[in-house]
């Protein structure tokens, strides 16, 4: 500490700087017209920590510093200043003067002013209104600072929708003040957090308006009464744009409990405060479903709260949050079946909490007014960032919009094309309706909700299977095409055979032992009818010419769970067994393939062959849809909603059975496929063409193809929601398929799902070019305020600081002219 306070005949004060504390002589002005000493301070670039006799000044870049480094760093004012004092003499920081208390005022001040400098408020005679010192999102539609003058003769008034997400943070709490009336406030309501008075006679009106809890128990629901006693606030709520995350101005609010209708409505009534004409708005909180039952009576008895005439409301739950709810609230709530939400998950106000949250421990203790003013800053800052990077994030959305599109239409025109004409407008046309009548009552969604018809047990679909496998046909009777059609089944039963040997092992039972044998026999029997039979087409020179050939390539050993292009595994028929007739080949045109029947005149039988084919790979892809939904229906009617272990384990064996019934089909499907493909003659253009559009048409299945659809088990699970059906789910449904009930509701949910994710990357695609025009109109009104005050009869450095500010929005504009063209160039939505 210095032994004097003079030195010469100046005085020594106290100077905070970047570069450390120091101690300097000062020489004041002591004239009879000379300024007050803390203003000539302030002239010098100093800040003075008091009035009247200044002892402490802070430089105003270690001020600038201290801001960075809280907003970045979280960096506390007692970190900062410790850090200060241990550049300033690392031996003895604890000997450097402590002006800790003084930073803490001193930020304070700056930070309120330079909130005010960078709204215009240094330019301008104007009172500070409510939330007149926040960052604005340049993307949302706000009149009179990014629409054009006619927006409201816009044939698309649906671009003009305001989407907001509410959440609660119950991080940034704040513990009870001892000395409550010795708080100062620099900016009440001037920002973010809402004013105190207005805010506080609201609270002392009391009014909850219960209802019953129709969906799960919440835990903003449950946490409601909840009490904290040593906290005056519990946590805050806040809302953000939904599509860009920028904090909303000026609805921000303290929790004195937990999160209460109270406290949500009065961020709601700020936010239909700064719609300024807009019509509409979509509200996105995770409870949604229970919030919205009383808004409009609690809005309407309430002197408090207002709301706009005519606006239309949207509630919506955030794709995160909505898996939580019980099933009815997802066609209801989830963004994906909302008109004009445009593509959003409604979850970026989590992201946004990061911010506050790093600064929630210096707030715990701070006066209620400095609390606030810090928040308000983190939550500007914030805004601030997404500011300087919208250009890159909307040009990131057109690049998706571009990518996502094509796939969406091409989807929907797949399945559009395999539905009934009338059936599909049908859909559509419920659709349409139930999207218009949303405002009136949520439950006009219910159309998406999947509500199957009971579903057959597992006893049913096994003595189904079992009688298909034991039937006998006459292979004898008819011509060419009942032979091959024999054929064919006869086929079907040895994949059959073959699965029920590769089950049948060492620890078997004799009775299935004994069932297996006698399977074997009776196809034995039929295999050599069969070939009895062919004579008749065939002549005995090519059965002669069948001897010789190794066994069949379909094989049902170990492979049987592989799915797709199986690799082929040469056997030798010194390997086989003679009491193994599954693993026989048969007499069929595919087997000698295209080339030998072409020789032998015998393309007759090829071009029967190939026909029945197609039908066996559509009966195929038939049961393989229906083998699906029958196992998405289990999982989400039994084993998801199963109460124990036991019945859990009881709904598993239904999957299993119908994992094994879409195995043996897929199967089937796959040899039906590879004999199709050698009924062609190789070398033959036409031939070849013609193979390659059969290929191309009934493609090869993969596993992934065979999983359980998202559309009835979980549709609103993050990530899978763009996520299209397996290509086979666009071919037409046979006979068998159409008469299932509840797979015609299965196919319903599959269409409007494959509409929703089109309309909704169709109506993307128009916001993201409407949200690029609407930050380059809002970067030239910015540009065109600041020139406006640089015009006012004020100081040169008014002026040189109004033109510095009018620059920078300037260059912003043309930052996002020059981006937006630039992508709009290159990538297309067509």
Avoid at 372 to 394: A, F, Q
Avoid at 632 to 650: G, H, I
Avoid at 682 to 693: C, F, H, L, Q, V
Wanted: with cysteine.
């Amino acid at each position: 500490q210095p032994t004097s306070q003079a030195y010469g005949n100046d005085r020594l004060l106290v100077v905070v700087d970047t570069s450390g504390i120091h101690e300097l002589p000062f020489t004041f002005c002591l004239c009879g017209d000379a300024p007050k000493q803390d203003i000539q301070l302030l002239q010098l670039g100093y800040y003075p920590a008091s009035q009247k006799r200044p002892s402490t000044v802070f430089t105003m870049r270690v001020l600038d510093a201290f801001l960075v480094s809280n907003r970045e760093c979280n960096a506390s004012a007692r970190s900062f200043y410790n850090m200060l004092r241990r550049t300033t003499n690392a031996a003895f920081p604890h000997m450097v003067p402590d002006r800790y208390r003084e930073l803490l005022r001193v930020s304070r001040q700056w930070r309120n002013m330079k909130a005010r400098l960078f709204a215009g408020f240094g330019h301008r005679q104007d009172s500070v209104k409510p939330g007149d010192l926040a960052v604005r999102c340049p993307a949302c539609p706000q009149p009179e600072l990014n629409l054009p003058d006619n927006w409201k003769e816009d044939r698309e008034r649906w671009k003009y929708t305001r989407a907001v997400v509410m959440d609660g943070n119950f991080t940034a709490q704040h513990r009870h003040m001892k000395n409550p009336a010795d708080d100062v406030r620099l900016a009440d309501g001037h920002t973010f957090v809402v004013g105190e008075e207005r805010y506080k006679e609201h609270l002392k009106l009391k009014q909850e308006w219960p209802t019953e809890n129709t969906c799960h128990d919440h835990r903003a629901v449950l946490n409601t009464a909840v009490s904290r006693g040593k906290y005056e606030a519990t946590g805050i709520g806040a809302a953000a744009c939904s599509r860009h995350g920028f904090f909303q101005p000026h609805s921000t609010v303290d929790f004195q409990l937990g999160e209460r209708q109270i406290n949500m409505d009065y961020i709601i009534h700020w936010i239909f405060a700064f719609l300024s004409g807009l019509t509409q708005v979509l509200l996105i909180y995770d409870i949604m479903c229970q919030y919205i039952k009383r808004l409009q009576e609690r809005f309407e008895k309430s002197q408090y709260l207002s709301m706009p005439a005519g606006l239309n409301i949207l509630g919506g739950i955030g794709q995160f949050h909505v898996h939580g709810h019980i099933p009815r609230c997802f066609p209801r709530f989830s963004l994906n079946f909302i008109r004009y939400a445009g593509i959003q998950d409604g979850e970026i106000i989590e992201t946004l909490w990061n911010k506050i949250n790093g600064i929630a421990g210096s707030t715990r203790g701070m006066s209620s007014a400095h609390r606030h003013e810090l928040i308000d800053d983190r939550m500007n800052d914030s805004n601030w960032m997404k500011l300087t990077h919208i250009v890159p994030t909307l040009v990131r959305k057109w690049r998706r919009v571009c990518k996502e599109l094509p796939p969406a239409d091409q989807k929907f025109a797949e399945l559009e094309a395999k539905t009934d004409a009338a059936q599909g407008a049908a859909w559509l046309a419920a659709a349409a309706a139930a999207a218009a009548g949303r405002h009136a009552g949520v439950e006009a969604l219910d159309m998406y909700a999947v509500q199957p018809s009971p579903l057959p047990t597992k006893k049913e679909i096994q003595a189904k299977l079992m009688e298909e496998e034991l039937q006998v046909d006459d292979i004898n009777a008819g011509g060419e095409t009942s032979w091959v059609a024999a054929g064919l089944r006869l086929e079907e039963r040895k994949l059959s055979v073959a699965y029920t040997a590769r089950c049948v092992g060492m620890q078997s039972t004799d009775a299935e032992r004994i069932g297996l044998a006698d399977q074997r026999q009776k196809l034995a029997r039929a295999i050599a009818t069969f070939h009895k039979a062919a004579e008749r087409h065939f002549g005995t020179q090519p059965l002669r010419h069948l001897r010789s050939l190794p066994a069949d390539q379909t094989r049902l050993g170990s492979e049987w769970d592989l799915v797709g292009d199986v690799p082929q595994i040469p056997v030798h028929r010194e390997d086989i067994h003679h009491l193994q007739p599954e693993t026989l080949a048969l007499a069929l045109p595919s087997t000698f393939g295209a080339e030998y029947l072409t020789r032998h005149g015998l393309t007759g039988l090829s071009d029967k062959e190939l026909q029945l084919r197609k039908g066996q790979m559509n009966d195929c892809l038939q049961a393989i849809r229906i083998g699906i939904g029958h196992k998405s229906m289990v999982f989400r009617k039994k084993v998801r909603q199963a109460t124990s272990t036991q019945a859990r384990l009881r709904s598993f064996d239904e999957v299993h059975v119908a994992d094994d019934a879409l195995k043996k089909n897929v199967r089937i499907y796959m040899q039906a496929r590879k004999a199709a493909a050698r009924l062609f003659l190789p070398g033959d253009r036409a031939a070849e063409m013609a193979k390659a559009s059969l290929l191309a048409r009934y493609r090869t299945i993969v596993g992934d193809d065979l999983k359980a659809s998202t559309t009835v088990l979980e549709p609103f699970t993050p990530g899978l929601r763009h996520k299209h059906e397996a290509w086979f789910w666009s071919m037409e449904d046979t006979e068998e398929g159409r008469g299932v009930g509840w797979m015609e509701d299965f196919n319903r949910m599959i269409f409007l799902r494959a509409h929703a994710r089109r309309e909704r990357w169709r109506e993307e695609q128009i916001l993201v070019r409407f949200e690029m025009e609407c930050t380059v109109r809002y970067f030239e009104h910015m540009a065109a305020d600041w020139m406006r005050w640089a015009q006012a009869p004020l100081t040169a450095g008014h002026r040189a600081f109004a033109e510095r500010q009018a620059a920078m929005w300037r260059s912003l504009r043309d930052h996002a002219v020059n981006g937006f063209a630039e992508v709009l160039a290159v990538h297309q939505a067509e």
